[in-house]
């Protein structure tokens, strides 16, 4: 069923888990992530960027696939298709195309600026039905090739851009895509929770989901944390499961050449990372 990320989002605060955003890239990925909601009764957010949107030959093409998908596959549990890290123009394309749900990331603006578009997107969200993300103060590592430097919000901008009518709100908390480095140090818990004490019930969004440790992601859903975002991790399990069958020559025997072969391991390998991120978030049998 293909719904807002609102109601999800919201149930999530109230029961104090968080739902996963898994960041699909093809039809494996989407088959996989769906797949594994509805055999694990959970909520699923399915996260396209603006780059994987080009990629899958643009918003239309995702949103039909997405669409046709969940009817083919029978899946019940509550799926939102939201736009990672949107662009103005983007958050408007995605909208009519069919997306459920949209991050509009004016966090490189001045924050006046970006109250100002943040207010444009959720208005036309708002007569649709669709729900927004908001960004203050950029997530460290790289975004579709910006590269930032990990970032702390400021809890009073927090404030300004969440009483604009947000469904949630991605805040810089030390936080990076990618891999994380070596002398990282660690997510700032002091200003997750005054953003939270300055943003009342809003649930707030954690970037870059791959590499933070255990506790640190536990620690974070129970201060606020209502939807957690995971690319990397599915990218590496896939990578590696793909390598591991090649490596073995399995390509090579019978029919192993055979893409429905060879893009096995690597589908089960990402349903596997996802099944793992949705029992941490606790988002299982919460459908
Ligand atoms: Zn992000």
Redesign the pocket.
């Known amino acids: 069923m293909l719904v807002s990320a609102k109601d999800m989002l919201t149930k999530a605060k109230a029961g104090k888990y968080a739902v996963g955003q898994f960041n699909i890239n093809n039809l494996e990925w989407t088959k996989a992530i769906l797949l594994t909601a509805q055999e694990n009764n959970s909520p699923v957010i399915l996260g396209v960027s603006e780059g994987a949107g080009k990629y899958m030959c643009g918003f239309e093409t995702v949103a039909a696939m997405v669409k046709a998908m969940i009817n083919t596959l029978g899946i019940t549990v509550p799926v939102a298709l939201h736009l990672?890290?949107g662009s103005y123009e983007g958050a408007f394309k995605a909208m009519d195309a069919g997306f459920s749900s949209v991050m509009f990331d004016g966090s490189h603006y001045g924050i006046e600026e970006n109250i100002e578009k943040t207010k444009e997107v959720i208005r036309v969200a708002g007569e649709r039905g669709i729900s927004v993300e908001a960004e203050v103060g950029a997530?460290g590592g790289e975004?579709d090739g910006v590269v930032g430097g990990g970032e702390v919000a400021d809890p009073d901008e927090c404030k300004s851009i969440a009483g604009l009518g947000v469904d949630m709100l991605?805040a810089g908390i030390g936080n990076i895509?990618g891999v994380y480095p070596e002398n990282w140090q660690g997510l700032n818990f002091d200003v997750l929770a005054k953003i939270q004490e300055k943003t009342g019930t809003m649930p707030l969004v954690l970037?870059?989901g791959t590499g933070i440790p255990e506790e640190m992601v536990k620690k974070a859903i129970s201060l606020g944390v209502s939807k957690v975002?995971v690319?990397t991790e599915c990218q590496l399990s896939f990578a590696a499961a793909t390598r591991k069958y090649i490596e073995e020559g399995k390509d090579q025997q019978g029919k192993g050449f055979d893409p429905r072969k060879l893009l096995a391991p690597g589908f089960e390998a990402i349903k596997a990372t996802v099944k793992e991120k949705m029992e941490l978030f606790g988002s299982i049998n919460k459908a």
């Open positions: 990672d890290h997530i975004e991605a895509h970037h870059g975002n690319n």
